[in-house]
């Protein structure tokens, strides 16, 4: 089935310092999700985009939607140890109804 | 607050039985999904239902079936459990026709075959 290809699939840094994750995709999507999801819960909504070029922050962390359509990035500024957690990247398909399709998620670990 | 509920946190079940997971999300959701998760594999569709009585696969439906017989509730039955599905299981909803798509989760259930 379609895939996005998320990287890194994980990420050791000290606190304090800024992180950045990406997805690509073969396909153009026309919504680019960004979620986190803590130990032992579901994932939570961090960030959503529409429109290629946006640009979107919440907090420390900002994402964007790529111009192609096919990519988008997460970055989080001054990482704390709260950070912890898998990050999702999701794009909806624009014919097929809201259907997402996910990345397999970049695994972040933060040293304080 | 949306809410959409996962009707166990944790399930063990033995290799053979028919098993069912319950969702229910109270926003009026047209569009209901169950998802697999496995480590390094991210979230795999299983189905998807955009109405009542509606269904799609999704990438892995092999080994499972679903029933939306009322709009907030979307039920992922294994027919025959085997251990190759010990997972946590995630179920989502949406609205369909909007702009603002974003998909709502549950807490996840985690289901252990032995």
């Known amino acids: 089935g379609q895939q996005l290809n998320q990287s890194p699939q994980s990420m050791f840094i000290q606190e304090g310092e800024d992180v950045s994750m990406n997805c690509t995709s073969s396909?153009?999507?026309?919504?680019w999700l960004w979620y986190k999801q803590e130990p032992g819960e579901g994932p939570v909504l961090l960030i959503a985009l529409y429109k290629a070029g946006e640009l979107t922050s919440n907090g420390r962390l900002t994402a964007q939607f790529g111009i192609t359509r096919k990519d988008s990035f997460l970055n989080i500024s001054a990482s704390i140890p709260s950070d912890v957690g898998i990050y999702f990247c999701a794009g909806q398909l624009g014919n097929q109804g809201g259907k997402l399709i996910f990345g397999q998620g970049t695994e972040l670990s933060v040293k304080p | 607050d949306v809410k959409v509920t996962q009707s166990s946190r944790y399930l063990v079940k033995r290799t053979g039985e028919k098993v069912f997971l319950e969702c229910v999300q109270d926003?009026?959701?047209?569009?209901m999904f169950w998802y697999r998760q496995d480590p390094g594999l991210g979230l795999r569709l299983i189905y998807f239902s955009y109405d009542v009585k509606m269904k799609e696969k999704g990438d892995i439906p092999e080994g499972y079936s679903v029933s939306r017989e009322k709009k907030e509730r979307f039920s992922l039955i294994l027919e025959s459990a085997s251990t190759n599905q010990t997972s946590m299981y995630l179920c989502?909803?949406?609205?369909?026709?909007?702009?603002?798509?974003?998909?709502?989760f549950g807490q996840g259930t985690r289901l252990t075959v032995v």
């Open positions: 989502a909803s949406s609205f369909r026709a909007r702009a603002d798509t974003e998909a709502f």
């Open positions: 926003m009026d959701h047209e569009n």
């Open positions: 396909s153009i999507f026309n919504t």
